[in-house]
């Protein structure tokens, strides 16, 4: 499908797992900014709003195919077990990636600030083809939730995974975009971290988000750490480096021991035995260490292999527009 910058159609992905007290609320608002976006000429009338069902246990699947009933607008797909946000916002993405021109992510209990959308097509119809919505205040957030959620994206940082500061899944992607993101063969999804990865002009807009309409966070801490040792172990191989590091340090610290030890030994002021048995702990220790990091380096070096990613991505050429671009795996 060609891209039609001028007015495109919007595609937006929703995931929704047991969210029967908050669908009825706020699909009217989905329905309504799309409605109000076609009013306003950004969009065409063919753009849908997608429901993803993420397996869940209560009536939100039944509530989705009801509104597909009532309004063409309204679409839903439903996973066929419970898998995780990340997973149902792929299946979204991916299952409307050839039908229109854009799609927005976003969650379906109202804490994102639909409006941003606005700001979202505009920004698209700038020229970029990845708009990120980032939280500009957290003043709704408890103290504990506001600190465990940056704390999450400096330790991403330290970690050497690239994400934009305070920024989830709300997010504008264009339907060029996610053909190349397909290629992202990956099982362990941190979209977060993966997104940036494919590149092309992106920018960001700014909201601030709201509480939960009704029911409940479906990421305690235990969740969002969970997904935060994800996201590093899937996107940075960082962690294994700091073991090699580590190593190397003990290794040096060893020898400065070995040093001491001998020097001791020499003195004439130790047990007979020690210094042996010392100096033999601290070089295997260190060289231990070393072996591991460096057997790691390896491992870490599979494991990017296996994952299949595109090695380049073309965004322009002089010539020939229409033509699939990417390496096809
Ligand atoms: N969600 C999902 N599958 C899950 C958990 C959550 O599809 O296993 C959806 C959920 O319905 C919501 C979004 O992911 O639309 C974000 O979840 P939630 O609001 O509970 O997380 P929080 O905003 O508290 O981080
Ligand atoms: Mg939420």
Not at 223 to 245: N, Q, Y
Request: glycine share 8%.
């Amino acid at each position: 499908m060609s891209t039609n910058r001028n007015t495109p159609t919007l595609y937006i992905v929703i995931p929704c797992y047991n969210e029967q007290e908050v669908l009825p609320i706020t699909c009217k608002e989905f329905l309504a900014k799309i409605n109000e976006l076609v009013g306003l000429g950004k969009i065409t009338d063919d753009s849908r709003i997608l429901f993803v069902n993420d397996g869940s246990k209560d009536d939100t699947w039944n509530i989705i195919c009801r509104l597909a009933e009532e309004d063409k607008h309204y679409l839903g797909i439903s996973q066929s077990r419970n898998r995780g946000h990340q997973n149902a916002v792929l299946a979204g993405l991916m299952e409307a990636k050839d039908r229109c021109d854009i799609t927005i992510s976003i969650d379906c209990d109202g804490q994102d600030d639909i409006n941003a959308m606005n700001d979202m097509v505009d920004a698209y119809l700038d020229g970029a083809e990845i708009v990120y919505g980032v939280r500009n205040k957290r003043d709704t957030d408890t103290f504990f939730k506001r600190f465990t959620a940056e704390a999450f994206y400096h330790l991403l940082d330290c970690m050497g995974v690239e994400t934009v500061f305070n920024h989830a899944d709300y997010r504008l992607m264009s339907s060029r975009v996610l053909q190349e993101f397909a290629n992202f063969k990956e099982v362990n999804l941190f979209l977060r971290g993966m997104v940036p990865l494919v590149g092309f002009k992106s920018t960001s807009v700014y909201y601030a988000r709201h509480e939960r309409i009704a029911g409940e966070s479906h990421y305690p801490l235990k969740k969002m750490l969970g997904l935060a040792f994800d996201g590093i172990t899937s996107l940075s191989v960082k962690p294994i480096r700091m073991i090699t590091s580590l190593g190397f340090v003990i290794a040096l610290l060893s020898f400065i021991g070995i040093i001491w030890v001998m020097v001791g030994a020499i003195a004439g002021n130790t047990v007979h035995g020690w210094a042996s048995t010392t100096c033999l702990l601290c070089f295997l220790s260190g060289v231990q260490l070393v072996s591991v990091g460096v057997i790691g380096e390896y491992i870490g070096k599979i494991y990017m292999e296996v994952k299949h990613r595109p090695r380049y991505i073309i965004s322009e050429k002089t010539y020939d527009h229409n033509e699939d671009n990417t390496e096809q795996m």
